[in-house]
């Protein structure tokens, strides 16, 4: 399902970036990029975890408790890809019909001209990857009315405004129509900005889903039985034997109305089991246990406190472990998702002299 799909929301945002110069006298679209390359960025690598890197010194999205990724890019324009392919075989021929009845005035299709599409100016792009829960302790959900996914991407919207409010204003701004005051204000601007996102990603799942298949012993006989009455029904209409059909002797009905109204019926349940199919398709997958932004961060939290207490209790008797395993569940909580956890943004919940993150 677009926008909504394995318990998070995909936002896409697609802003006008204004024409003309600041009073600088920079494009918005330079200042734009200079903004962005100058905006900070979550712990990555190990080289952000020495001393000398506060851990205030972060991306202002992580002060988001929903965020799992998201990205700024600059789109001056839209990507050619090519012309429109075309069949060799029926170019071909096409131009040899062309030469014979238009001579040397034909035009070889090969050569005509093509629309391009074309950006009316520079965009700003803004994706994001969020819970789709309405609290970071929720479990994510599985489904959501377009209302309720509506619902997610205004509360979102205003977490942003109430979390980073100087960091947005200050990239927006360069934006048309971007004069907010209030979260409201920020929020409807999102909602006008958004585009459909129809390739969301997601890898947070630790077995295969569960999906369920299509109900084949219910659909095939819905198939096949109208077609059936419709070709038992032509088959008797073409050797002209009138009402051989048990329908036809039940209903009145002759070779040819039978085979109107099967046809009818056939065509009614093709387009009923497709309408289905489409329908079944478009349902969102189902989320996975541990798929959200918490669960993430406290399993990699765990993962690195147990490798250290492992490496500690190398040669312990079984009491001091027995002692001490329960002294780290204790402290650490791994059923309480919520806390004590990894901060977001950064790639180890320890820095680099040992001492726990903030």
Not at 21 to 41: E, F
Not at 153 to 177: F, Q, S, V
Not at 259 to 280: C, D, E, Q, W
């Amino acid at each position: 399902m677009p926008n909504f799909d394995t318990g998070h929301y995909f936002l896409t945002l697609l802003s006008p970036i204004k024409q003309g110069t600041t009073a600088d006298g920079i494009s918005y679209a330079q200042n734009l990029r200079m903004l962005l390359t100058a905006l900070r960025t979550a712990h990555q690598s190990p080289a952000t975890e020495g001393d000398d890197v506060s851990a205030q010194d972060n991306s202002p999205f992580v002060l988001s408790q929903r965020t799992h990724i998201c990205r700024f890019v600059v789109l001056d324009d839209v990507v050619f890809n090519g012309r429109v392919q075309r069949n060799a075989l029926l170019t071909k021929l096409t131009m040899k019909l062309m030469k014979r009845f238009q001579g040397a005035e034909a035009t070889n299709p090969l050569l005509e001209p093509q629309d391009v599409d074309r950006l009316n100016c520079a965009y700003l792009m803004f994706t994001a990857e969020i819970d789709a829960s309405r609290r970071p302790e929720d479990a994510l959900p599985q489904t959501l009315t377009l209302e309720q996914q509506d619902e997610v991407r205004d509360t979102y919207a205003r977490e942003l405004w109430e979390t980073m409010p100087e960091a947005i204003h200050e990239i927006y701004k360069n934006c048309e129509g971007f004069a907010p005051t209030s979260a409201e204000d920020c929020m409807r601007y999102m909602q006008r900005c958004q585009v459909e996102t129809t390739l969301p990603f997601n890898d947070y799942w630790l077995e295969p889903p569960e999906l369920p298949g299509l109900p084949g012993k219910i659909l095939l006989p819905l198939l096949l039985l109208p077609l059936g009455v419709t070709l038992l029904a032509l088959l008797s209409w073409l050797l002209q034997l009138d009402k051989v059909l048990l329908l036809g002797w039940l209903l009145g009905l002759s070779s040819g109305w039978t085979l109107l109204i099967g046809s009818a019926l056939t065509a009614a349940a093709f387009y009923g089991v497709y309408r289905y199919i489409l329908a079944n398709g478009n349902k969102p997958m189902p989320a996975g246990r541990y798929a959200d932004l918490p669960s993430v961060l406290k399993a990699l939290y765990t993962q690195q406190h147990f490798a250290q207490f492992a490496i500690e209790m190398q040669g312990k008797s079984d009491e001091e472990l027995y002692e001490q395993f329960g002294q780290f569940i204790a402290k650490h909580k791994p059923d309480d998702k919520m806390s004590p956890s990894q901060a977001p943004g950064v790639i180890a919940s320890k820095t680099a002299n040992g001492g726990e993150q903030a």
